[in-house]
């Protein structure tokens, strides 16, 4: 099967989005199972999804480097091509600036808020767009358009959490919020030193 994937990459830059779906498409139960996960997973993702969002701290101010410029702009360019159910007016004006070599900033007190939903947003269409696909493990017929319909879910909402999770921007989120997260640790034996 790589064989195959390997002959049919073309130099036109659709190499990576094959690539991709394939690795999405042959994990895709594995990755079900990891993001469903009882213990390792949802508590996690419970914690960050139930953030009061009026509740956030102010984000600290903090330059970035070039490689984090880099990674920031990469992730505001998905932006631009991506439909949201979670309004982003702010993030589409950083975008746009990123966009026309403008300066910009993609975490902000305008942004943070913003940015917590998409985050959210996206978490929850990726594990349900990886549960639908999941659902076709072994069973997928060539040409089943709703096989293809939820493989390209799942890469699209994967490659736009890949830019979120590079971007300096989640570092300062994770920053920001982590005192408003629930303490997940298994083993508190540090708090009672």
Do not use: W
Not at 131 to 156: C, F, M, V, W
Not at 181 to 190: A, C, E, I, V
Request: charged letters at 25%; glycine letters at 4%.
């Amino acid at each position: 099967m790589i064989s195959k994937l390997l002959s049919e990459l073309k130099p036109n830059g659709s190499a990576s989005y094959l690539l991709q779906t394939y690795v999405t498409a042959a994990s895709s139960k594995k990755m079900k199972d990891r993001l469903s996960h009882e213990t390792l997973s949802r508590p996690f993702y419970n914690s960050l999804n139930d953030l009061p969002s009026s509740h956030f701290p102010k984000p600290q101010h903090t330059t970035c480097d070039a490689s984090a410029s880099l990674r920031d702009k990469a992730f505001l360019f998905t932006l631009l091509n991506f439909n949201t159910r979670t309004p982003i007016p702010n993030l589409t004006v950083q975008a746009k600036a990123a966009r026309d070599g403008k300066p910009f900033e993609v975490y902000t007190e305008k942004t943070q808020v913003e940015f917590h939903a998409l985050l959210c947003e996206l978490l929850e269409e990726y594990e349900s767009s990886v549960g639908k696909l999941a659902a076709h493990h072994g069973s997928a017929q060539p040409g089943d358009t709703e096989y293809r319909k939820n493989l390209y879910a799942a890469a699209i909402y994967g490659d736009t959490l890949l830019h979120l999770a590079r971007s300096s921007a989640i570092e300062k989120h994770l920053k920001t919020v982590e005192p408003l997260l629930s303490d997940l640790r298994q083993d508190k034996s540090d708090d009672a030193k």
